[in-house]
């Protein structure tokens, strides 16, 4: 059978229709993607509320976060494979927030020292009422070696050193790779132990590590 052709703007025959399909297929694509998105965002919130309504003292149940989420279960484990994988991506969400939080506050300052106090206030408010109230509860959900983490672990050291980076490198650090991530994954152990031990960061915590981190620089 000859194939249906039309002649494009140049003169050149073109299959017809052959835009508009893709046209249409990219739509669909667009407004189910948009959808997935949706529902997933449901079922994280729902996962987070569940999580600060128990606390520490019960873990989630997917049904639960189903119900919470309005959603049903076909549509949770279309996204996720297990509660471990939802655990995973709360995390990364969480990740997602304190990294955008943590750069917004080092935004304020101009010199690298005061970015470097900023980085420090931030990392350790982590471990301030009801944030740190979440996030224990959050990392005792995930408990276990089982927990599946897209992106890497739950506590961000190395995506933390990355916004430490440029401010390492402006104070004349001949490593500044190295040097972020010394600070950064000790700042990440100090932030673990005020977590479980729940112990408030105070003024002086913050002034020890920005002095901790200010001794670290690498002499070019």
């Known amino acids: 059978m000859a194939e249906n052709l039309v002649t494009s703007a140049g003169g050149d025959p073109v299959p017809a229709g052959g835009d508009v399909a893709s046209r249409i297929a990219q739509r669909s694509l667009a407004k189910r993607e948009a959808g997935y998105a949706g529902e997933i965002r449901r079922l994280l919130d729902a996962a987070l509320a569940e999580i600060n309504t128990r606390g520490t003292t019960a873990r989630i149940r997917v049904a639960d976060v189903v119900a919470a989420a309005g959603l049903s279960n076909d549509a949770f484990y279309r996204h996720f494979p297990s509660k471990d994988a939802l655990l995973g991506a709360l995390l990364e969400d969480g990740t997602e927030r304190l990294i955008g939080y943590v750069s917004h506050q080092m935004g304020k300052e101009t ?13 350790l408010s982590q471990a301030t009422d009801d944030i740190a109230t979440t996030t224990r509860a959050i990392l005792w959900n995930a408990g276990g070696p089982t927990t599946d983490f897209e992106s890497g672990p739950p506590l961000p050291g190395s995506r933390l050193a990355a916004l430490l980076r440029p401010a390492f490198a402006e104070l004349g650090s001949a490593d500044p790779d190295f040097d972020a991530s010394v600070v950064s994954h000790a700042t990440v152990g100090v932030l673990t132990d005020h977590l479980w031990r729940r112990a408030q960061p105070t003024p002086h915590d913050v002034d020890r590590v920005v002095a901790f981190a200010l001794r670290v620089v690498t002499p070019a």
């Open 111 to 123: 010199t690298p020292e005061g970015r470097i106090r900023r980085w420090a206030a931030a990392v």
